[in-house]
């Protein structure tokens, strides 16, 4: 990062400090559903959980099954911001949920859900900024160490609404971006898309954040992410100029998403939040239905794959082939082992009907994963 760069965004968010809310809190919670083939009947709202820091929010992405009957069950939290007690909270309450009778299982279904105090704290406070100024100066110092330590700290610190989650995961992009680390980077940088709000990143920031992540999920082969990602852009207000510039790399990825020749997308396990109780994995919604693992180092135990309507699940194993079931769509594929562990994620070529479905499957999920 270059003097300039980082000087000015000290300079921008200092801007937008807004004092230490009063004691009296209200708290705000948005549950947003996933496009599921059952209603929601019963989605009573998590409880905000006790003996947190004053301020702190939390955000918490968990995917789950919905059986039958109409129960929610299964759950994998995806991601989470604010530490493993929104995770906890989320998971109880998930126990509650009922919705309309499918009459068969539901398996993949994806919610947000965001724990907010209702009192305009979409800024940064001044002990926000107090405490990342630091970690700001010694990336442009290029003190990357230090930088590292004083953003962990500020991580484990906690207390920080959603507004400074946002900026936390946008320098933390930055500061791995500086250490050659693009697998940390676009982890990072795809939390604080997935956390932030209109607030946290209006029209330019987004369209600057959804271009870095379409240039990162390209240089590590997350070719059917990086196809979500360009649409998402192209959804952007004035993103023309942007999208226009990422005409040879898109051209590229039509050609290979087209070809026969298997895909590679190197992978690493991360926890989903920032807390070293979560549990890691790795998640991707895959552009065909036949695929396999390679390259694999440190400790990759097993994987799960969750459609509309079907299900598969194994252990990871170096060239071993696995197939999603016939007519299956909109699937998403958990792994889960070590945080740190990587692999190789090979999508194999398919005949053109199943190249259809796949690519169904790619424009109905969401645009995070």
């Not at 290979?256 to 926890?271: D, I």
């Amino acid at each position: 990062m270059s003097t300039r760069s980082a000087a000015g965004f000290v300079v921008a968010l200092a801007a937008l400090i807004v004092a230490a809310p009063a004691a009296a809190q209200k708290y705000d919670f948005t549950i947003q559903n996933a496009a599921v083939g059952s209603q929601p009947v019963e989605q009573p709202h998590p409880a905000y959980p006790s003996k947190l820091r004053r301020g702190q929010e939390g955000w918490v992405r968990v995917n789950y099954v919905i059986t039958p009957d109409g129960k929610a069950v299964s759950p994998i939290v995806i991601d989470s911001v604010g530490g493993t007690v929104f995770e906890a909270a989320v998971i109880e309450r998930l126990a509650d949920w009922r919705f309309e009778p499918p009459g068969e299982e539901l398996t993949n279904n994806t919610t947000n859900i965001r724990f907010e105090m209702y009192r305009g704290r979409d800024k940064a406070t001044s002990n926000f900024m107090r405490s990342s100024r630091s970690v700001m100066e010694n990336l442009v110092r290029e003190k990357l160490a230090d930088a590292r330590e004083d953003l962990d700290a500020i991580f484990k610190r906690g207390g920080w609404n959603l507004y400074e989650s946002t900026m936390l995961w946008l320098i933390a992009g930055r500061l791995a971006g500086a250490q050659g680390d693009p697998d940390a980077k676009h982890e990072s940088y795809r939390r604080a898309l997935g956390v932030g709000n209109r607030s946290a990143l209006d029209d330019k920031g987004l369209r600057d954040l959804l271009k870095n992540l379409f240039e990162l999920e390209m240089e590590l082969g997350h070719y059917a992410a990086a196809g979500r990602t360009l649409e998402r852009l192209q959804n952007v207000p004035d993103s023309a100029p942007l999208v226009e510039e990422l005409a040879e790399p898109a051209a590229r990825l039509e050609q290979l998403l087209a070809a026969a020749e298997p895909l590679a997308a190197r992978a690493r396990l991360y926890r989903p939040g920032d807390s070293v109780d979560s549990t890691a994995l790795w998640t991707y919604v895959p552009a065909r239905r036949t695929f396999s693992f390679d390259a694999l180092s440190g400790n990759v135990e097993r994987f799960e794959v969750r459609c509309e309507r079907d299900r598969l699940e194994g252990p990871v194993k170096a060239g071993r082939t696995w197939s999603f079931p016939e007519g299956a769509n909109d699937c998403r594929v958990f792994v889960f082992g070590a945080d740190g562990a990587r692999f190789d994620f090979i999508e194999h070529g398919e005949r053109e009907s199943v190249d259809v479905a796949a690519r169904s499957a790619v424009a109905r999920s969401d645009v995070l994963d």
